[in-house]
């Protein structure tokens, strides 16, 4: 029976993916409710037949006080057969309407609900693009995406649980005593435009309220886990109290924003007793005023009775339900702020996998300032013949990184086009064009998984052989035989800590090169490929390079300039702007700003702002 229901809707079901999300608040939680609506229509159904029947519940025990006014025997003689019906039926019908109640709200909504939206919600974020995740917090990312779900979850449940049953409650309440006598009525519409009154005033500062307390725990999430992330930084720097401070200011804006929230449901708790008070004196005291006058019975008196305290009972609940409505709208309004952001960096509408022949890189006019006037790249030009190495230096800003990213798509370009064997990669698809170029960055940076995982990162099908062979190329495969994990893994299970944390930075260089060579994709890009590694494991490390390189379209970009001293042309850039190229014996000869960085250059390091 469980499976049944918590199998009525999958929520990793194939859906349409937009690039630009509803970015209002409704038609966000709608457009996510879209494989759930058959199953909110019986859940509102059932909530309101549930409903109608406690009411109903309490006109019959009115009519049981009226009935035993009688002599027993009198009474079980005209009534037996009804009484016993009605036992069977609460005894068995009303517990199957309340047991599919919660099975499918419980059961059916909360656990696929919350899992739908926060699938989809991060497989929409992790389509944004790199500058997309540069402009945030990593955790408020996070944060966002696991609060969220569960919010828009609760919002759905109080719909379903509590909305729906008490519109659907005070209803038949209105009905029940407008049948017993309509001046009945009076007391209780009263009641229901004062408490509206107070639930139109609750809901309308909550919202807001629960908004920001909720941005204000997702920026205590991302500073705390910033702080954490750079553990080594803060330590390094001997900053504890600096961080504290950092977070203490977050963690007491968290506090006020909270403390604002519930000063609204201490007024709120505080009107909502008085108006209880007024509802109970109105209508039972009306309805013993009318049987002092003969106009009611005594049943009838039972059920005002029992119906005002019954809706005693049920308005905190009621309020609460409402408040917790709104509260969690918005959350799910302030995780909008992340999950219903538009695609900022698209495939073409058109667009193509690239294909790849000879890899021949042609940049044309490149420019690009992300949104500045200056920095970055200014008016590049440069044609790389297929399986060409070329070696890129210049000082820090000079437009190195800009032109790899851009080569790599992170970024479109503000102007110009980099072709790829004659095909714009602004016309081809971002999977198809990365699938084709290998990286080892200087940020040798590993996913918190095990070496196995690491290293077939580069190419999933791989066999373990392979795996294994592209560890030995990088001079990895010794050490990863050495490692072991806290939870006892060991070599190649062994988990390597948050970014690689656990090994040193050479170790986490040799997984990323072992990982890059498995790939083995026919355009390599290096990135301080060998920063991190010491001299002897450099030196036998570059030769592992120099065989990748074999058949290749390279680009390595290298502050010692001895890795690079070897390759075919060497481009120097300053200020955006290619200012030499050729091979490392002509650029000396020319005596200009390469010759420069290579005389100034200590142990093979070169000093970026030695020559300006």
């Known amino acids: 029976m469980f499976r049944y229901f918590e199998n009525l809707v999958d929520p990793f079901v194939a859906y349409k993916e937009a690039d630009t999300p509803p970015t209002r608040l409704w038609p966000f939680m709608l457009d996510y409710s879209r494989p759930f609506y058959g199953v909110f229509f019986w859940a509102g159904l059932i909530s309101v ?302 667009a193509k996998p690239l294909q790849l022949g000879k890899g021949e890189i042609q940049i044309h006019n490149l420019s690009h300032h992300y949104g500045r006037k200056t920095g970055g790249l200014d008016h590049v030009n440069m044609t790389i013949q297929p399986g060409e190495k070329i070696g890129l230096i210049g000082r820090s800003g000079a437009g190195k990184s800009t032109l790899v990213k851009l080569l790599l ?51 999933p099908d791989a066999t373990e052989e392979q795996m294994i062979a592209a560890a030995k190329q990088a001079e990895a495969h010794e050490f990863i035989l050495d490692l072991q994990d806290p939870q006892g893994r060991t070599g190649y299970d062994a988990h390597v800590g948050e970014r690689g944390v656990k090994l040193s930075g050479g170790q986490r260089q040799r997984v990323t090169l072992a990982r890059v060579i498995l790939k083995d994709a026919p355009i390599l890009l290096l990135d301080e490929a060998t920063s991190a590694l010491d001299s002897e494991v450099e030196a036998s490390i570059q030769e592992t390079l120099y065989g990748m390189m074999q058949g290749k379209t390279v680009i390595a970009i290298a502050h010692r300039l001895s890795t690079i001293a070897q390759m075919d042309r060497i481009l120097v850039m300053d200020g955006g702007r290619i200012v030499e190229e050729g091979a490392h014996s002509d650029l000396l000869a020319q005596g200009g700003l390469y010759a420069q960085f290579w005389t100034r250059q200590s142990g093979g390091f070169m000093n970026p702002e030695a020559a300006e």
């Open 49 to 350: 037949v549930v409903a109608a029947v406690e009411v109903g519940l309490i006109y019959y025990m009115g009519r049981v006080v009226d009935l035993l006014s009688g002599p027993p025997a009198e009474v079980w003689q005209l009534h037996g057969t009804e009484l016993l019906l009605m036992a069977a039926f609460v005894l068995l019908l009303r517990p199957l309407l309340h047991i599919v109640d919660v099975l499918l709200l419980n059961n059916t909504i909360l656990p696929n609900f919350g899992t739908l939206i926060r699938w989809r919600a991060h497989k929409h974020v992790l389509r944004q693009s790199v500058g997309w995740f540069e402009n945030d917090f990593a955790g408020r990312i996070a944060n966002r995406i696991m609060q969220t779900p569960p919010a828009a979850g609760e919002a759905v449940f109080q719909v379903f649980d509590a909305i729906s049953f008490s519109i659907a409650y005070l209803v038949g309440a209105a009905i029940l005593l407008m049948a017993a006598d309509p001046r009945l009525l009076l007391p209780l519409l009263i009641w229901f435009v004062l408490y509206g009154l107070l639930v139109n005033w609750t809901v309308q500062r909550v919202g807001p309220a629960s908004q920001a307390a909720s941005d204000a725990r997702s920026a205590v999430t991302g500073r705390v886990v910033d702080s954490y992330t750079n553990i080594h930084s803060v330590k390094m720097f001997a900053h504890a109290e600096q961080e504290l401070d950092y977070a203490r200011e977050a963690i007491e804006e968290t506090r006020r924003t909270f403390q604002v929230e519930m000063r609204i449901f201490t007024i709120m708790d505080a009107a909502l007793v008085t108006l209880n008070g007024l509802l109970i004196i109105g209508v039972v005291g009306w309805a013993i005023a009318l049987w002092m006058q003969g106009s009611a019975t005594v049943g009838v008196v039972a059920a005002a009775t029992a119906l005002t305290l019954r809706l005693n009972a049920m308005t905190g609940w009621i309020m609460w339900a409402l408040t917790s409505f709104f509260r969690q709208l918005g959350v799910v309004a302030e995780g909008m702020q992340t999950i219903a952001q538009p695609i900022d960096l698209l495939d073409a509408p058109d």
């Open 409 to 459: 798509r992170f970024y479109d370009v503000e102007r110009g086009a980099i072709m790829i064997d004659g095909q714009n990669i602004a016309d081809v698809t971002q999977d198809s064009l990365r699938s084709h170029i290998g990286m080892v960055q200087q940020d040798s940076a590993l996913l918190h998984r095990s070496v196995r995982d690491n290293i077939l990162y580069g190419r």
